[in-house]
């Protein structure tokens, strides 16, 4: 164990999670704010293109702020963030997703890799030919086992690339009064109890995304809650503690503050 200086500490960099309902202007605003250049790593790509043009002409972006990256499979990604080549352009990482990244992408990933498993264990094939699909469902706890460890190696990865300088920032949707902790009202909509005690280890700031009107109508960007004073919903602020944290969506603001 080497014994450093405090002045040698490293506080470089910021890991947020902001979460909301669906629509309620969570990707443009920070596509918007975020540090540039960005790498933007789409999950829901539906919208990509579409979210994409519209923040850079909204915002007056060059093409070259925000560079897109394909999501392929977990393996592909942590090689990708584990080579500096990679990312040392980059001021920040946008993971736009980590609900589609850990309940359609990486699940689908880890339950094809269960069921080529499967199909080499002949005897296993013939006890279950009429409902592969049921027993695949019924090892669903050992891969939300498998999920939660895998998603916490790619946060790591990302919490390097975070004590080097770089903002991280991932959305996830909105989960009203979760299965894990039926005491809050809202929480990220994520996969198992085990990986929402990993949140605040990761993340330094965690707001819900609200939407905020006038006269009647939603103005943008939202809002962001980045403390529950009756720890009614999940949110994380390490800042200042007099620092204001009912905030715009603003990632370049709230890094500030």
């Keep these: 164990m080497e014994i450093i200086e405090s002045d040698t500490l490293d506080d470089r960099g910021r890991m947020l999670l902001l979460y909301g309902e669906t629509g309620v202007g969570k990707t443009q605003s920070i596509l918007q704010t975020i540090p540039k250049p960005c790498l933007w790593i789409p999950l829901e790509r539906k919208d990509a293109k579409k979210n994409y043009s519209m923040a850079v002409e909204i915002a ?17 990604t942590m090689d990708f963030l584990y080579n500096p080549e990679n990312t040392q352009k980059f001021a920040s990482i946008f993971v736009d997703g980590l609900t589609h990244l850990m309940f359609i992408d990486m699940m689908q990933e880890i339950e094809n890799q269960s069921l080529e498993g499967m199909k080499k264990n002949r005897d296993l094939m013939d006890k279950i030919k009429d409902k592969p699909l049921a027993y695949i469902v019924k090892g ?37 009064n979760p299965k894990w902790n039926r005491e809050l009202s809202a ?67 709230i890094l500030a503050l």
Excluded at 155 to 169: D, R
Excluded at 201 to 207: D, E, Y
Aim: net charge neutral.
């Design 140 to 176: 669903g706890q050992e891969n939300y086992g498998t999920l939660n460890t895998v998603t916490i190696r790619m946060l790591e990865a990302l919490t390097e690339l975070s004590l080097g300088g770089k903002c991280i920032v991932f959305s996830a949707l909105l989960d009203e």
């Design 187 to 253: 929480s990220p909509l994520i996969a198992g109890k085990a990986f929402a005690k990993s949140i605040p280890v990761f993340f330094g700031t965690i707001g819900l995304v609200v939407p905020i009107t006038k006269d009647g109508k939603v103005t943008y960007p939202p809002g962001v809650k980045l403390r529950s004073d009756d720890d009614s919903f999940m949110a994380r602020y390490t800042g200042h503690p007099d620092s204001k944290t009912n905030v715009r969506l603003d990632i370049n603001a």
């Design 60 to 76: 007056g972006l060059k093409k070259s702020d925000i560079m897109i990256a394909k999501y392929e499979d977990w393996q592909d």
